[in-house]
């Protein structure tokens, strides 16, 4: 009987280990990719690129379209905030734990050797005992401190997606500054190489002439010279357009390489804009001040959880014994309620209070300076915008009289009215004029694209516009931010 009964105990402790082994393992489950679609379903509302590229083709153009929907999808610093997205939805979670109780078992097994001497008799019987405790937890009452955590939580929630959509935004006009100082400097590398062979011609010509005499050595140096200043200044555009291209591997996690660039985005700009319909705009939609409004409900929360300090709380344990050993079997039950009231805290609580006052008072200053600062952005945008517009009309017209005034210095000099430096003036007025024009072109696209930015409109509404996306992938509407009002007396 004593051999069958170790066999029994043996079985039981096996059978207990096994079981707490696979809760542990089950515990320990974690699904990388299911918590990493949280950030990717919004990141993936802005439709797909509709270009793959191979390192080794280099003729496929590269959109703008198409490298905004890329920095996206591929940039691994809207993963990094998409994380803190994820991270601010497992915290939810785990604040609503809160609410329901906790279940733990700890077997523990034990073995007492006993005392020898004469009057001590050794039972081995009860040497061996496996303890087998069931307990529960459960926080019936704290002070209404969960439900503010959990309604904290839910705001900083609100929060990471602003900032991520807020960042998504930030990067995507970053690709539009690369793409954009990428298109000036390989349009002034055409200006320039084009205005270089002309100037070459008139370095031959000038010194064919003063091999015959009817040319001075001075009128040979200055021509020599300003061909050189137009060899420098297109060394410097070629090195501007690689590092705008490096700019744009690195955003985009493609190879860019020397692939021709397309501007497909816009197809035309207003000829005038409503300030006040744009300022509206960006106090809606802007995705920083929507973050900042959360965090301001967050801070309120967090408010009223450091005042639950004060409140009583009220828990629940249960547990549930089950003793074995080898010749018997004994359960038991143990129930405990317990209260706690804070009587005195050396002022801990009440330093936590007032620095969660202070926390909100921070917040509701953020948010104020956010949307004066949002404003300012906007009509800032808005001013660039029409400036450089006024500006490229002018330069056209400035365009047209400096080759006027080119072609009068050259026909002057070929008759001998003009000297070789009035002609060379002219030239180089005609071509920073020219170079002008070409870079003021892709400043005015810039400026509209960054008023969209201040506007809280450049990100994957607008993509889905030029990209045809499926329903189940079309973009959802923004939040909007709604005014804040922070009452300073003590929550309820």
Same mark, same amino acid.
């Given at each position: 009987?004593?051999?069958?009964?170790?066999?029994?105990?043996?079985? $039981?402790?096996?059978?207990?280990?096994?079981?707490?082994?696979?809760?542990?393992?089950?515990?320990? $489950?974690?699904?990388?990719?299911?918590?990493?679609?949280?950030?990717?379903?919004?990141?993936?509302?802005?439709?797909?690129?509709?270009?793959?590229?191979?390192?080794?083709?280099?003729?496929?153009?590269?959109?703008?379209?198409?490298?905004?929907?890329?920095? %996206?999808?591929?940039? *691994?610093?809207?993963?990094?905030?998409? !994380?803190?997205?994820?991270?601010?939805?497992?915290?939810? $979670?785990?604040?609503?734990?809160?609410?329901?109780?906790?279940?733990?078992?700890?077997?523990?097994?034990?073995?007492?050797?006993?005392?020898?001497?004469?009057?001590?008799?050794?039972?081995?019987?009860?040497?061996?005992?496996?303890?087998?405790?069931?307990?529960?937890?459960?926080?019936?009452?704290?002070?209404?401190?969960?439900?503010?955590?959990?309604?904290?939580?839910? =705001?900083?929630?609100?929060?990471? +997606?602003?900032?991520?959509?807020?960042?998504?935004?930030?990067?995507?006009?970053?690709?539009?500054?690369?793409?954009?100082?990428?298109?000036?400097? *390989?349009?002034?590398?055409?200006?320039? !190489?084009?205005?270089?062979?002309?100037? +070459?011609?008139?370095?031959?010509?000038?010194?064919?002439?003063?091999?015959?005499?009817?040319?001075?050595?001075?009128?040979?140096?200055?021509?020599?010279?300003?061909?050189?200043?137009?060899?420098?200044?297109?060394?410097?555009?070629?090195?501007?357009?690689?590092?705008?291209?490096?700019?744009?591997?690195?955003?985009?996690?493609?190879?860019?390489?020397?692939?021709?660039?397309?501007?497909?985005?816009?197809?035309?700009?207003?000829?005038?804009?409503?300030?006040?319909?744009?300022?509206?705009?960006?106090?809606?939609?802007?995705?920083?001040?929507?973050?900042?409004?959360?965090?301001?409900?967050?801070?309120?929360?967090?408010? $009223?959880?450091?005042?639950?300090?004060?409140?009583?709380?009220?828990?629940?344990?249960?547990?549930?014994?089950?003793?074995?050993?080898?010749? !018997?079997?004994?359960?038991?039950?143990? =129930?405990?309620?317990? =209260?706690?009231?804070?009587?005195?805290?050396?002022?801990?609580? *009440?330093? *936590?209070?007032?620095?969660?006052?202070?926390?909100?008072?921070?917040?509701?200053?953020?948010?104020?300076? %956010?949307?004066?600062?949002?404003?300012?952005?906007?009509?800032?945008?808005? +001013?660039?915008?029409?400036?450089?517009?006024?500006?490229?009309?002018?330069?056209?017209?400035?365009?047209?009289?400096?080759?006027?005034?080119? !072609?009068?210095?050259?026909?002057?000099?070929?008759?001998?009215?003009?000297?070789?430096?009035?002609?060379?003036?002219?030239?180089?007025?005609?071509?920073?004029?020219?170079? +002008?024009?070409?870079?003021?072109?892709?400043?005015?696209?810039?400026?509209?694209?960054?008023?969209?930015?201040?506007?809280?409109?450049?990100?994957?509404?607008?993509?889905?516009?030029?990209?045809?996306?499926?329903?189940?992938?079309?973009?959802?509407?923004?939040?909007?931010?709604?005014?804040?009002?922070?009452?300073?007396?003590?929550?309820?």
């Amino acid at each position: 009987m004593q051999i069958i009964s170790i066999r029994n105990y043996s079985a $039981k402790t096996g059978a207990v280990l096994s079981l707490s082994a696979l809760l542990l393992l089950t515990g320990c $489950k974690s699904d990388h990719a299911r918590d990493a679609r949280f950030y990717r379903d919004i990141l993936e509302q802005t439709p797909a690129p509709s270009q793959t590229f191979d390192a080794q083709d280099q003729t496929t153009p590269l959109k703008l379209v198409n490298a905004l929907a890329m920095v %996206t999808r591929n940039n *691994e610093q809207l993963a990094m905030e998409g !994380e803190d997205y994820v991270q601010a939805i497992l915290d939810k $979670k785990r604040a609503a734990a809160n609410f329901l109780p906790t279940v733990s078992f700890s077997p523990s097994y034990s073995r007492n050797e006993g005392l020898s001497g004469p009057r001590r008799e050794r039972n081995d019987d009860y040497r061996d005992r496996l303890n087998l405790p069931l307990g529960l937890t459960w926080n019936l009452f704290n002070g209404y401190r969960d439900l503010a955590v959990y309604y904290r939580e839910a =705001a900083t929630i609100r929060q990471r +997606e602003a900032l991520l959509r807020d960042l998504q935004s930030s990067l995507m006009l970053e690709v539009v500054r690369a793409f954009y100082q990428t298109l000036r400097a *390989e349009q002034s590398i055409k200006v320039l !190489e084009s205005s270089l062979q002309v100037q +070459e011609e008139r370095v031959r010509d000038i010194r064919a002439r003063r091999d015959a005499g009817i040319a001075r050595p001075l009128d040979v140096a200055q021509t020599e010279a300003v061909a050189s200043e137009a060899r420098v200044a297109l060394i410097s555009a070629q090195q501007t357009a690689r590092n705008a291209r490096q700019v744009l591997a690195l955003l985009l996690d493609v190879p860019v390489g020397n692939r021709p660039l397309l501007d497909d985005l816009i197809t035309e700009l207003p000829q005038d804009i409503d300030s006040s319909i744009w300022q509206t705009s960006a106090l809606q939609l802007r995705q920083d001040l929507i973050a900042k409004a959360a965090a301001v409900e967050a801070a309120r929360h967090q408010v $009223k959880n450091a005042f639950g300090q004060y409140y009583p709380s009220v828990t629940l344990d249960l547990e549930y014994l089950l003793t074995i050993n080898r010749v !018997e079997s004994e359960t038991g039950w143990n =129930a405990v309620l317990r =209260a706690h009231l804070p009587i005195f805290s050396a002022g801990r609580i *009440e330093a *936590e209070v007032r620095i969660a006052w202070s926390q909100l008072r921070q917040a509701e200053l953020d948010y104020r300076y %956010t949307s004066r600062l949002i404003q300012q952005q906007t009509m800032i945008s808005q +001013e660039d915008f029409l400036a450089s517009g006024r500006r490229l009309s002018e330069l056209e017209r400035k365009l047209d009289a400096a080759r006027i005034a080119y !072609e009068q210095a050259d026909s002057s000099y070929n008759v001998g009215l003009a000297t070789n430096l009035e002609r060379l003036d002219a030239q180089d007025r005609q071509l920073l004029t020219e170079l +002008e024009i070409a870079n003021e072109r892709y400043v005015l696209r810039e400026a509209y694209l960054t008023l969209l930015r201040s506007a809280g409109m450049l990100d994957g509404m607008m993509l889905a516009q030029r990209i045809p996306a499926s329903p189940e992938t079309a973009p959802a509407p923004a939040e909007s931010a709604a005014p804040l009002e922070v009452s300073m007396h003590q929550p309820q």
